[in-house]
């Protein structure tokens, strides 16, 4: 118990110190999460041992982590030319991406997982930047959006197929009919309400009912129960969970879509999402990475990785896009290039599986801490800059 309270404690401490240095520097919570969690671990303090309890609060945290990027789609913002670039430009990354891999691990699992590990976008992290630049109601927004959910959803699809055991096709099989459940769902979560159910979850929206929360619940812990019961990694079901109750909620009024909504963050990241980065912090082997140089020289490896395999094909692909500005596709390949949460998960699997060394995953999760905290701060430069352009140009 005294692990956990230590957990929270450190996530509690993350946004307090990142509001502290705000002037000096702009850091996410995730990145001080993380770093806490080094500290409180064995590596310093040790005062944080990884047992049952807190692996399991953990798994919660990164079921929260996957359902709330799911959430955070919505598709019809990113219908059309954002989502045909974005999709064209994540496939692109995964062929460079793989390359990289099996150049460096042959093939193997290993491989795999390092390919799949630079073709993310941390779009939790830098979605609240892009809203607070007064950007996300933009253009510029939806093709933020389009590329982070796709930097998203499709590692998870793929760590889902790449890690689940037995005969790919088998596989392949399952996860089309776990995607026809999830559409059903999607298709009748949808629909009109019936009145009696609309009418509970607004009566309990400020009692202790909380209806609507509790269904929210339900849903997420249904989704990872059928994708645990097909074989299938859980994110994928957490994920899938979060697209699904999205849709719901548009269906209603958008008071409440934004009430819940609210309740959801506050779940999420007030608890359940720290507690997860806090621990992936504590299980950070950084003494092994500290002890090999060889993996300190996969730090700036993988940084200039993220810019190369998200970034380069981004700026390509929207250089001329009519819907942006002069300036906007540079900050746009910045945005793509921060990666962190799902380096964590996938270096993560890689440990668990004993085909990535602790020392490697280190060097690939300290690599995306720099990466979250370089490119988006030169992106919203880069983006107010052309904003500003476009401000004092003539009428």
């Known amino acids: 118990m005294f692990s956990i309270v230590i957990v929270v404690?450190?996530?509690?401490?993350?946004?307090?110190?990142?509001?502290?240095?705000?002037?000096?520097?702009?850091?996410?919570?995730?990145?001080?999460?993380?770093?806490?969690g080094v500290l409180v671990g064995p590596v310093v303090l040790g005062w944080v041992v990884v047992d049952a309890s807190v692996n399991l609060f953990s798994n919660f945290g990164l079921s929260m982590l996957m359902f709330m990027a799911g959430f955070e789609i919505e598709f019809d913002r990113i219908k059309g030319r954002p989502i045909r670039l974005a999709t064209i430009g994540w496939f692109v990354s995964m062929a460079a991406g793989m390359l990289f891999g099996l150049a460096v691990a042959g093939f193997s699992l290993a491989a795999q997982l390092i390919g799949l590990a630079v073709t993310t976008t941390a779009l939790g992290t830098i979605l609240p930047m892009v809203r607070d630049a007064g950007a996300?109601?933009?253009?510029?927004?939806?093709?933020?959006?389009?590329?982070?959910?796709?930097?998203?959803?499709?590692?998870?699809?793929?760590?889902?197929?790449?890690?689940?055991?037995?005969?790919?096709?088998?596989?392949?099989?399952?996860?089309?009919?776990?995607?026809?459940?999830?559409?059903v769902a999607a298709v009748m979560a949808a629909r009109p309400r019936h009145p009696l159910?609309?009418?509970?979850?607004?009566?309990?929206?400020?009692?202790?009912?909380?209806?609507?929360?509790?269904?929210?619940?339900?849903?997420?812990?249904?989704?990872?129960?059928?994708?645990?019961?097909?074989?299938?990694?859980?994110?994928?079901?957490?994920?899938?969970?979060?697209?699904?109750v999205r849709l719901a909620l548009k269906s209603g009024p958008h008071v409440e879509e934004r009430i819940i909504g609210i309740k959801l963050d506050a779940i999420a990241f007030g608890l359940l999402v720290p507690f997860f980065?806090?621990?992936?912090?504590?299980?950070?082997?950084?003494?092994?990475?500290?002890?090999?140089?060889?993996?300190?020289?996969?730090?700036?490896?993988?940084?200039?990785?993220?810019?190369?395999?998200?970034?380069?094909?981004?700026?390509l692909l929207h250089?001329?896009?009519?819907?942006?500005?002069?300036?906007?596709p540079r900050a746009l390949a910045l945005f793509a290039s921060a990666a962190l949460p799902l380096v964590v998960v996938i270096t993560s699997v890689g440990v668990q599986e004993r085909v990535l060394q602790p020392a490697q995953a280190a060097a690939m999760v300290t690599a995306g801490v720099f990466s979250v905290m370089i490119y988006p701060l030169v992106a919203l430069s880069l983006y107010r800059r052309a904003d500003q352009r476009w401000e004092d140009q003539p009428a």
């Open 9 to 36: 404690l450190a996530s509690a401490i993350a946004p307090i110190l990142a509001h502290l240095m705000r002037r000096v520097i702009r850091m996410p919570s995730v990145v001080l999460e993380i770093l806490l």
């Open 277 to 315: 980065f806090v621990v992936s912090g504590v299980k950070l082997d950084i003494t092994a990475m500290l002890a090999n140089p060889r993996s300190l020289v996969l730090i700036p490896v993988f940084l200039v990785l993220f810019l190369v395999v998200r970034g380069v094909p981004t700026y």
């Open 319 to 328: 250089r001329r896009d009519p819907g942006l500005r002069r300036g906007e």
């Open 197 to 244: 159910l609309a009418h509970l979850v607004t009566v309990t929206m400020d009692t202790s009912g909380q209806l609507a929360i509790r269904i929210v619940m339900l849903i997420l812990m249904a989704m990872v129960w059928i994708a645990d019961e097909f074989g299938l990694d859980v994110l994928l079901g957490a994920f899938s969970a979060g697209i699904v």
């Open 136 to 183: 996300l109601e933009r253009p510029f927004g939806g093709r933020v959006l389009a590329i982070g959910s796709l930097g998203e959803f499709g590692p998870i699809i793929m760590l889902a197929l790449i890690t689940t055991e037995g005969a790919k096709l088998h596989t392949i099989m399952l996860m089309v009919v776990f995607a026809v459940i999830a559409v």
